[in-house]
């Protein structure tokens, strides 16, 4: 089994900065995927950022240019620095990883995650 731990969030003002980040422990070999995913209040799951083992990295259009994800496959981790922080960034993020691609995982709508963290919560106040 994988489990993921998250920190770093908190609250910043509008135009701020935060970093997130992710340890991942136990079966780290069998992950391939390892995303941040967020989740604000009355909206559905969201994918931010996904690094595959390779290093191939997909963000999201909304997130593109203001957020960098960097994994480190040696220490089993994933951070995002988020800068230019907006309003509308608010949510809770987790941390996600599994054997599939971060492709298949977009493709299948985040409904199979092997593995989320606990969350951590990012407010942003305008």
């Known amino acids: 089994q994988v489990q993921l731990a998250e920190s770093g969030g908190g609250a910043v003002q509008a135009g701020g900065s935060l970093r997130l980040s992710c340890a991942a422990s136990?079966?780290?070999?069998?992950?391939?995927?390892m995303a941040w995913v967020r989740q604000a209040p009355g909206k559905e799951l969201e994918g931010v950022a996904h690094?595959?083992?390779?290093?191939?990295?997909i963000y999201a259009d909304s997130v593109k240019g203001r957020f960098t994800a960097t994994r480190n496959n040696a220490k089993n981790t994933l951070d995002l620095q988020m800068n230019s922080l907006k309003s509308e960034d608010t949510a809770m993020y987790y941390c996600?990883?599994?054997?599939?691609?971060?492709?298949?995982?977009?493709?299948?709508?985040?409904?199979?995650?092997?593995?989320r963290g606990q969350g951590t919560l990012v407010t942003v106040s305008s």
């Open positions: 996600a990883a599994d054997r599939a691609s971060c492709q298949a995982v977009i493709d299948t709508g985040y409904r199979y995650l092997a593995v």
């Open positions: 136990g079966d780290t070999w069998s992950i391939t995927c």
């Open positions: 690094v595959d083992s390779n290093g191939r990295t």
